[in-house]
């Protein structure tokens, strides 16, 4: 911020040096022909002018414009930057940070010091800011396990009805289609890998690649109305900046944060080049924060202190909304949703429980906005007690096993717990929190609780499972405090096995496993660690532990699942698929594994079933459309399997593996031409042994001898050594074709 203020001020003497010289300019002349004295008149007179312009310059140009001016036809883009801790931004007051882009941006628009969000999670924060609801209400309680159900209205829904063009740029796997996030949107790009069956938990992209994804959308779409939300996952763990932001941060998080600032900048520099951006809503909003090892807390999720609470938030639209605004008060961030529809004077429903922030923009509001907060991350990873809490921008209550108070004012660190002291406070924010928690409370759920049926399937897949307690059910489930250990040998852990030192990071889990068998990552990532590794019978083991220990656990079941496919035992694994399905019956890798298992067992009709739903889920996954096209063809429903191909050489025209098996398709269908012509096209994209020979045959049954004997001794040079069947086949064949061409 210093730096960027000092290159301002230069910048502002500048043009003031730039004015005297011209106001002068006209002197030479006069002094030739004038005395001292009028030189003196003449200055005089000049200064009341150079008031009234210097005056009409700050008027025009660095005057902070005041009002909020709301407009139809806005263009909106929602930039959110995963994980960023509002006191790592130099705006928000870090001078080691390198931030120029979001600082130039709160310059020029309304920047919110005290924006809070209501759950440290990634997918619960989207939640809430693309329904504008607080997670009792959406339901989203956690990473992995929970979707937000189609009922409810998001943002790009209601924008996409009033006919924008909306687009979605992901950068991690927490918000990938799969968890609903991607309702209303035309374009939700999630693609992190290309090759990819399975999307890891950990699957990512670098902003880089968000952002050439956005620019190339973009390009084409920038003419109409839009709508876009931009994800920049890259502050999260692990902290990996590329160069040159590696070598200039000593500390690896704010080179990071430095790195997506840049590319925050790309889309605006974007926006501007293109002349749009005067006429487009721009917010940006830190997801949540990290923990950063203060309170012991090295990531977030875990505790609901203002290290992983407290965001960054800025709005700007420079035709439309103040410029240079500072907004102390307490706001967060379900209040985007109202803000951004009553910007473009929309209605807001009255079932919002955000509220629009332009009341304080245009300086006519001036009091905090309640948050409720909450994690159920510890309830779901580790059976220990999930937080709910309550700040009103002075005082902060946890509602934890051993309740917490704070007083943000005195102890904004949070420091020292003044529940014993403030015992008065604490119930009268007690009952503020339950009224909230009453209010709020959704009576459905994305993840409901197991019927009898349910829990039998279950228990005839080897699993007991008990009930856990409900939404505002209380648990005998210990405090976060009190595990703080458990939770920091897990993270040193994690930290080990990034780094490459599997031995010592598999030393902690195994600790951690004894330290605290309820809780599942030490078993997710030892089991992942040995998977890895390939040394299977050691995963199948943890894994097989783990999901004992914790029958609910999806992720448990995931990784045995995916273990014993390796090592061959396909019915165990198809047993691992159900059980996960009987829990979460959108759980796509179950869903995807099930139907290439039954594909393996010979069922190519459930394995279909399986494939297709599979498909629904996550259409734009290669491999799976691949497997799914394959599986249908060699059903005989090659019709089907013509159209699924069809529709991903538009997507993907430069796989030779599509053209390959649409060629051999089209072979077993008679029609010889659209074979060759494919198989001609694979080969030319990557040659291989299976292409050629097929190319081959077609070509015999077309009476193309000569060609057919060329493409089956390509075949002959690139299939691998050894003798089969197929192969003295095809040595025959050359041999016989040859005898009859030279004939
Ligand atoms: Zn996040």
Redesign the pocket.
């Known amino acids: 911020m210093a730096k960027k203020k000092r290159k301002r001020r230069k910048k502002k003497s500048l043009a003031t040096a730039q004015v005297k010289k011209e106001s002068f300019q006209e002197k030479p002349e006069v002094k030739e022909k004038t005395p001292l004295k009028r030189q003196k008149k003449f200055i005089l007179y000049a200064i009341p002018f150079l008031v009234v312009l210097f005056g009409l310059l700050f008027f025009i140009v660095l005057r902070p414009k005041s009002e909020v001016q709301r407009a139809d036809s806005l263009n909106v883009i929602i930039i959110t930057l ?2 960023l801790r509002a006191d790592r931004v130099a705006c928000y007051g870090y001078d080691k940070a390198k931030t120029p882009r979001l600082d130039e941006l709160a310059e020029k628009g309304v920047k919110f010091e005290n924006a809070v969000c209501q759950a440290p ?2 997918l619960p ?1 989207h939640a809430s800011i693309f329904t504008g609801l607080y997670p009792p209400s959406h339901q989203i309680r956690d990473n992995g396990a929970y979707y937000l159900d189609q009922g409810f209205q998001t943002l790009a829904e209601i924008f996409k009805e009033k006919e924008y063009n909306t687009a979605a740029f992901i950068g991690a796997f ?1 918000v990938d289609s799969r968890f609903g996030l991607d309702q209303g949107f035309d374009f939700y790009d999630d693609k992190f890998e290309e090759d990819e069956k399975f999307k890891a938990f950990t699957s990512e992209r670098r902003a880089e690649d968000v952002f050439k994804s956005f620019q190339e959308w973009f390009l084409g779409n920038f003419q109409s109305k839009f709508f876009v939300w931009v994800h920049y996952y890259d502050p ?1 763990l692990p902290y990996d900046p590329p160069s040159p932001y590696r070598e200039e941060f000593s500390d690896p998080y704010d080179g990071e944060v430095a790195y997506t600032d840049f590319f925050m900048g790309e889309v605006i520099d974007l926006l501007e080049e293109k002349n749009v951006f005067d006429n487009t809503l721009v917010v940006v909003a830190g ?2 924060g990290e923990g950063l090892g203060d309170h012991k807390e090295i990531d977030h999720g875990l505790f609901l202190y203002n290290t992983t609470l407290k965001v960054p938030l800025i709005f700007c639209a420079p035709r439309n909304l103040p410029s240079q605004k500072i907004i102390t008060f307490q706001v967060r961030l379900i209040d985007i949703f109202p803000t951004v529809l009553d910007l473009l004077n929309m209605s807001v429903s009255a079932d919002a429980q955000g509220e629009s922030l332009i009341p304080y923009m245009d300086g006519k509001r001036k009091d905090n906005l309640v948050s409720y907060i909450e994690t159920f991350h510890p309830r779901e990873m580790f059976r220990w007690a999930a937080l709910r809490g309550i700040v009103d921008g002075k005082m902060k209550y946890i509602d934890a096993p051993k309740p917490e108070l704070y007083d943000m004012e005195m102890d904004p660190k949070e420091e020292h717990n003044i529940y014993q002291e403030e015992k008065q406070v604490a119930s009268r924010l007690k009952k503020d929190l339950d009224g909230l928690i009453e209010k709020y409370s959704s009576k459905s759920s994305s993840r409901r609780g197991l019927s009898s049926e349910e829990r039998e399937r279950l228990m005839s897949l080897g699993y007991v499972v008990d009930s856990s307690p409900s939404e505002g059910e209380s648990s005998d489930f210990p405090d976060p405090k009190d595990k703080i250990d458990v939770w920091y040998t897990l993270q040193v852990a994690r930290s080990l096995q990034r780094r490459g030192e599997d031995e010592k990071a598999e030393k902690l889990y195994k600790k951690g496993i004894e330290m605290d068998p309820d809780c599942s990552l030490h078993y997710l990532f030892l089991g992942g660690l040995y998977l890895k590794a390939y040394r299977l019978q050691e995963a199948y083991d943890v894994f097989k532990m783990g999901t004992k220990a914790l029958p609910e656990s999806i992720p448990l079941h995931d990784g045995l699942a995916k273990t014993s496919v390796q090592m061959g035992k396909y019915q165990e694994a198809l047993n691992e698929c159900e059980a996960i399905l009987t829990l979460n019956d959108r759980y796509f890798n179950a869903i995807s594994l099930a139907g290439l298992l039954y594909n393996r067992m010979g069922e190519n009709e459930k394995a279909i079933e399986y494939l297709q739903r599979a498909a629904r889920i996550e259409p734009e996954n290669k491999l799976l459309l691949l497997d799914y096209a394959r599986v249908l063809s060699i059903s005989g429903r090659t019709e089907e399997a013509i159209d699924v191909y069809g529709s991903l050489k538009v997507h993907y025209p430069k796989d030779f593996r599509i053209y390959q098996n649409l060629g051999i398709t089209y072979g077993n269908t008679g029609d010889l031409e659209k074979s060759i012509e494919n198989l001609k096209k694979a080969i030319e994209l990557h040659p291989t042994a299976l292409a050629f020979f097929n190319l081959a045959v077609a070509l015999e049954k077309t009476g193309r001898i000569e060609e057919a004997v060329r493409y089956l001794k390509a075949y002959l040079r690139t299939t691998p050594e050894g003798d089969t069947a197929r192969k003295r086949m095809a040595q025959k064949k050359v041999a016989e074709w040859e005898i009859n061409l030279n004939r």
């Open positions: 995963d994980t999670l990634t924060s927490p999260h997801d949540h």
